[in-house]
């Protein structure tokens, strides 16, 4: 049986590798936020945690985060547009955040299972998620249109925090499966649940820190501080950075500059390769900044001073990228030419698959509920049919 986080590690509480991976961070007086990449595109060390990328070629990886991040937010653009195009409902904007969720996203292996939000959508696009998918979702034609054990990519959740139950659930039910702590790099599994500093309030995720820190669980906690919950600031929702609250729980917290796709992907590896081990929960605050509104219904302009917005520009996380492949001779012309046509290619593809979407049938609500119908919901099925049924011939 997996031990308790009081139960392993040398006197810490947090496992073996606290005071080496997370403790610079928090504990030694070492500097709060992990950065390893300057907004000017300048590399930096930090004395916890380091980029690392294992089998393939650093410069390499580094090219495919600024792709990444590209067709990510190209297709957050398309989706506003079109949504301001009366072809979507409503979007969920991610702009400025595309670091956070592609350094997470792309520091997961095969095997790790992800819970997001309702605007993960640069999480998705690392999965493997079709665009289009997302797009079904938000247009209301389906409830999600792709299998989330197929991506180990689950549902969008709009009810707020809600998936950090779900997440440290699955989690528990990993270390009853036996995948965890086996040592096996191809079995070893840990799952990470995406939240809002906004959703920080919620009584479910202090639900799911209690349970995550009592079981063990292997679950990264990945929090977008994004500075506003709808209108409400950062400085209302908390006295004291988001990351220290985990501390409270028994557990361990680090702060990453979230505009910084490099220190992302390193943190967030570490922290899911720390619940692999067996040693438990980890709390990642990703420090960003929402350039765009909380959704398309939302007007920031009203609420926040534009100064502000201005200052966080000069963080861009894709500019940054950009910077540092140029300065050191890693990309040219070429290279960003190239993306940029991919992404022009993609947005003509969203475009126009979007309104190709077909209308679902009104009683395939009905297919989505249980995996066999009850008998309650076959009357309410015949019902609906016979209902929709008094209208045909009818002007």
């Keep these: 049986m997996t031990q308790r986080s009081s139960e392993v590690g040398a006197g810490d509480g947090f496992g073996p590798d606290l005071a080496e991976v997370f403790g610079p961070s928090q504990q030694d007086g070492g500097p709060e936020l992990v950065q390893l990449l300057t907004p000017e595109g300048e590399r930096v060390d930090h004395p916890g945690f380091r980029f690392d ?42 702009l400025g955040q595309e670091a956070a969720q592609v350094g997470a996203g792309r520091a997961l292996r095969p095997q790790d299972f992800v819970f997001p939000t ?133 557990f361990p917290g680090v702060r990453v500059d979230g505009n910084d796709v490099l220190a992302t992907y390193a943190v967030t590896q570490a922290a899911l390769q720390r619940a692999r081990e067996g040693q438990g929960p980890t709390f990642v605050e990703a420090y960003t900044y929402r350039m765009g509104a909380h959704t398309t219904t939302d007007d920031p302009t009203r609420y ?40 022009d290619d993609l947005g003509v593809r969203l475009r126009e698959g979007c309104r190709a979407l077909p209308d679902p049938s009104p009683l395939s609500i009905f297919d989505h509920v249980y995996a066999e119908l009850t008998e309650e919901l076959e009357v309410q099925r015949d019902g609906f049919a016979a209902y929709l049924e008094s209208f045909e011939g009818v002007r």
């Design 304 to 343: 926040r001073l534009s100064d502000d917005l201005e200052r966080w520009k000069l963080k861009d996380p894709i500019a940054r990228v950009e910077a540092y492949l140029r300065r050191n001779g890693l990309a040219d012309d070429d290279f960003f030419g190239a993306v940029q046509a991919e992404a």
């Design 118 to 250: 309702y605007r993960e959508h640069g999480v998705a696009w690392c999965r493997g998620v079709d665009p289009l998918d997302l797009l079904g979702l938000f247009r209301g034609v389906d409830q999600g249109g792709w299998d989330p054990d197929d991506k180990n990519f689950g549902l969008y959740t709009i009810v707020i925090g809600a998936q950090t139950l779900h997440a440290t659930g699955y989690a528990m039910g990993m270390q009853r499966d036996g995948v965890v702590g086996t040592g096996d790099p191809d079995r070893d599994a840990a799952v990470i649940a995406h939240f809002g500093d906004g959703a920080s309030s919620q009584g479910d995720v202090n639900e799911a820190f209690v349970f995550a820190a009592s079981y063990n669980a292997p679950v990264v906690f990945f929090c977008q501080n994004n500075q506003w919950a709808i209108s409400e600031p950062f400085e209302r929702q908390s006295r004291i950075p988001l990351y220290q609250r985990a501390l409270g729980f028994g």
């Design 53 to 94: 990328t294992e089998e393939r070629a650093e410069d390499e990886v580094i090219r495919g985060f600024y792709r990444d991040m590209v067709l990510t937010r190209r297709i957050d653009v398309e989706a506003t547009a079109l949504q301001r195009h009366g072809e979507l409902g409503i979007w969920a904007q991610l």
